[in-house]
Every structure is written in C-alpha cells, then in structure tokens.
C-alpha cells in the first residue's frame, strides 16, 4: 500500500504579500499609540530611542536570513531549536513564543479600540464605551479571516499594509518640512535612564520580525522570497520608525504629545494638514494595527500546528480545515488573547512581557542557526543564502549582546516605582518566569504520557516530521 501523502499548507503567499506580512507584523498599535506614552518618558529623544532599538533587529534579519532560507516550513522557529538545540529547549521556546505572540495581539487589539473611540470622541466628545468589546470583536473578526483561507488573509494584508505606509509617509514628511527646532531641545529632559527605559520598551515594537519564520509553509519560491522579503521589510519599517516619532516630537511639543496621549499623532496630523489629515492618520493607524492582527493570528496559529505535528500538543490541533487552514489552532489561540484582553493590564505591561519573551527566542534561535550546517547539511546545502562561520558567529554574539542587555534591562524596569525607585513587586518577570516552567512542565509531562502509550516524543522532536519535511522539499516558484 502507497504511504499516505502528508497533508501540509498551500504555497499562495508572494514576494508581495510577504513584505506586507512582515511589515504587518512589526508595525502595530505601538508605533501610534505608545509613541505619546514613550514621548512623556524621555522628550524628544524618543525618535533617537527607536532608532537605537533597531539595533537587536540587525542580527534578527541576518540569523533568520539564514534560517528562513534553510528551513522555510511551518513553525520554522520551533522546528529548528528542537531539531538543532533540543526538544527540551523546544518546549521552553513554545510556551515562550505563546506569551510572545498573544501578548502583543492583546496590546495591539486594545491599542486599535483606543485609538477608535478617540476618533469617534473628537466629533462626539461624550462617546464612551468598554474599549474590551472592540478588541475581542477585531480579533474573533481575523480569527475568522485566517480560517477561510490564506488568499483572504494575504490580500486584505496588502491592502492594509499600502493603507498605513502611504498615511505614515505623508505623516512623516509633513513633519520634516514643518520641523519647529524649539521642540527638539533640550533632548534628554528626564535624564539618561529613563532614556534607556525607553529604549527597552521601544525594542518591542521590532519583535514582530521573528515570526515570520513561521509562515514558511505558505510562501511560493520561499528560500528566495523570505530572506529577500525580509531585508525589504527591514528597510521600510525603519524609514517609518524613525520618521513617524521625529515628526510628532519636531511639531508638538513632548509634554503636549504625553497628556494628549494615544491619539497624540492624530491631533497633530489635523493640525498640519488640511482637513483630511486626521482621517489619513486614523486609516494609516487601523491599517498598521490591522495587519499585526491579522499577522501574529496567522503566525501564532501556525506554531501549534507545528506543535501538533510532533505531539507536543494533541494531533488534533494540527487538524486542517477544507480551506488548507489549521482551524483548532486558530481557535485556541483566540480563546487565550479574548481571556488576556478580560486581564486589563496596563499596554506598557503588555509590551514588557512581549520583550522579555521575545529576546530569548532570539538568543536560543541565533544559536540554532550558528549550528545549522552541522546539524541540518542537507537541508542547508538547498539554501540559496549560505553565511560562512563569521557572520553566523557575529549575528549570535551581537543578538546576545543586544537582546540580552534589553532581556536584563528589561527585568530590572519591572521593579521600578512610580518614583523610579526598584521597590516593586516584578508582576511581568514573575509571569514570564511562570511561562517558562509551565513549558517544562507541560513537556516533561508531556514526554511522560506518550511514553506510556508507546511514542517516543524526543526522538520525533529530533527528526523532522513527515509534513514539514514535506513542505521543506518543496519547490514552488512565482
């Protein structure tokens, strides 16, 4: 009897789309609704902050160059530190990942409804309403657009993504040309710590690039488009990173920007263009928390799969729709991002956690890829992108560097008092912490139960399942 033909995702995503998915991921609420917040810890030196953040990105984009192009599967994050490091280490960085990805959905989901009521009150000052009912509604909204399918997901992508680059352009540029030098002084008005705070929040609003690797599944000619797609998007996310809070901090003052708060850039925007700014603010701003929506569902839903596949979690969950969608993965992670939004943490909360979770990743996957050619030779001789030692070892010492100093500097903010003061208690690293354990916990027990009905979860985690060797070994051109 013929073996049964692996059942794996569709190949529909493009160059294109890619960009869009990418930039999408990045580029969310934070940009539009913690620029004021971040603008109110440290002046006008917010712009430079972003700028600085950029820094662990630079070796994100070149280890996961290196990675998208060797394994470009489903859940390629995952696969390659349970392949490459261990699977013990693939649990750690499963639960990790989860807490990555939920917690930045919830920020951006509750960043969209804030920033859509301050819309409404600027016509009707009255308007109120719990701004938890918009979140949960926008998320079940792309739960059910990753469902019916990846073409549906990809080209509502690319429409969001020209919506909110073209807004944030005409923001930006806007501000260049009305610059008002009085607002850029003096730049540190809060000192050099809170500077660095700001820095290390800021560095969340880049976590997004790490998971694209988990789409890989989907993308057409994917050894080429990933790695192309992601030095494309790297480039323009910072051209709007850098502009988009130059330009606020250059035409308002800060302390005006911080009391106004989310809706900070919007105000300005009407202010400096005519009569439509503010609807090109709110479009440009919907488009880019949209696309993060949208985005960390699609990649989030594609990790569990990924998960399933292997038995870390229940087969079942890798089950995929007629659509070519993994539909109990979709809706498990709803149900956890719809209990994070009823939680009502504070969005710098939600930002932390993300960081926290987000630098380990990167420093366990930097490695990973600098192990790649011994551990994965066949699979890495078929990457198009082959870095020599050198540059695999410079990405890993300069993401543990960077992501390891804003992993620490992170930890310490958590203890930080209204007054500045390490007095409190460190609620985010505790929960972080916690995830971690819930991780091992869940494989040791895990590993445990099937060890009982006869499988051996560590030796499918150290070979590459049967779908995703699939999808590596497919070549699909444009």
């Not at 569709?10 to 609704?33: H, P």
């Not at 810890?41 to 950029?54: E, H, K, Q, R």
């Not at 503010?278 to 993060?292: C, D, K, N, R, W």
């Not at 804003?406 to 500045?420: N, P, R, S, V, Y």
Request: charged letters at 10%; proline letters at 4%.
């Amino acid at each position: 009897m013929a073996a049964q033909k692996p059942e794996i995702m569709q190949r529909k995503v493009g160059l294109l789309e890619t960009v869009a998915m990418i930039t999408g991921l990045v580029i969310g609420a934070g940009i539009f609704v913690l620029v004021p917040t971040l603008t109110g810890m440290t002046g006008p030196s917010v712009y430079l902050a972003f700028l600085i953040a950029c820094l662990p990105s630079i070796f994100v984009v070149l280890y996961e160059i290196q990675l998208t192009g060797t394994l470009p599967v489903t859940g390629a994050n995952y696969v390659t530190v349970t392949r490459v490091l261990s699977p013990f280490w693939g649990g750690v960085i499963s639960f990790s990942a989860v807490l990555a990805i939920v917690a930045a959905n919830i920020l951006v989901s509750v960043g969209f409804s804030q920033y859509v009521i301050a819309f409404i009150q600027s016509f009707n000052p009255g308007f109120a309403m719990d701004g938890r009912i918009l979140a949960i509604t926008i998320m079940i909204f792309f739960s059910l657009i990753n469902y019916f399918g990846v073409t549906i997901a990809s080209w509502m992508q690319l429409v969001m993504f020209l919506a909110f680059v073209i807004g944030m352009l005409i923001f930006g540029i806007t501000g260049i040309v009305n610059v008002n030098p009085a607002n850029l002084t003096p730049l540190l008005p809060n000192g050099a710590l809170m500077f660095v705070v700001v820095v290390v929040l800021a560095s969340y609003v880049w976590s997004g690039l790490v998971a694209l690797a988990d789409i890989g599944g989907e993308v057409k000619n994917p050894r080429r488009n990933l790695p192309l797609a992601l030095i494309i998007s790297f480039i323009i996310i910072l051209v709007l990173y850098v502009s988009q809070p130059f330009a606020l901090v250059a035409t308002m003052n800060w302390q005006e920007a911080a009391k106004i708060g989310s809706a900070a850039i919007m105000v300005d925007a009407g202010k400096l263009l005519p009569g439509w700014g503010i609807y090109v603010i709110f479009i440009a701003a919907m488009g880019a928390i949209l696309t993060t929506v949208n985005a960390l569902t699609w990649s989030a839903s594609r990790d569990l799969l990924a998960w399933a596949r292997d038995g870390m979690f229940p087969k079942a969950v890798a089950h995929l729709s007629k659509f070519k969608t993994p539909d109990l993965a979709i809706l498990f992670i709803t149900i956890l991002e719809v209990l994070g939004v009823l939680i009502a943490a504070t969005l710098d909360k939600y930002a932390l956690a993300s960081v926290l979770a987000t630098c380990l990743i990167q420093i366990i996957l930097a490695w990973c890829v600098l192990r790649i050619p011994r551990k994965l030779p066949e699979l890495y001789k078929k990457s198009i992108f082959k870095f020599n030692a050198f540059w695999r070892w410079f990405a890993y010492i300069g993401t543990l560097v960077t992501s390891g100093l804003i992993l620490l500097a992170g930890i310490f903010l958590d203890t930080l008092d209204a007054k500045g003061n390490p007095t409190k208690i460190p609620w985010v690293v505790l929960i972080f912490v916690g995830t971690l354990l819930l991780g091992i916990i869940w494989y040791t027990s895990r590993r445990a139960y099937l060890k009982r009905r006869g499988v051996d979860l560590d030796g499918n985690l150290q070979k590459v399942a049967d779908a995703t060797l699939a999808e590596a070994e497919e070549r699909l051109s444009l």
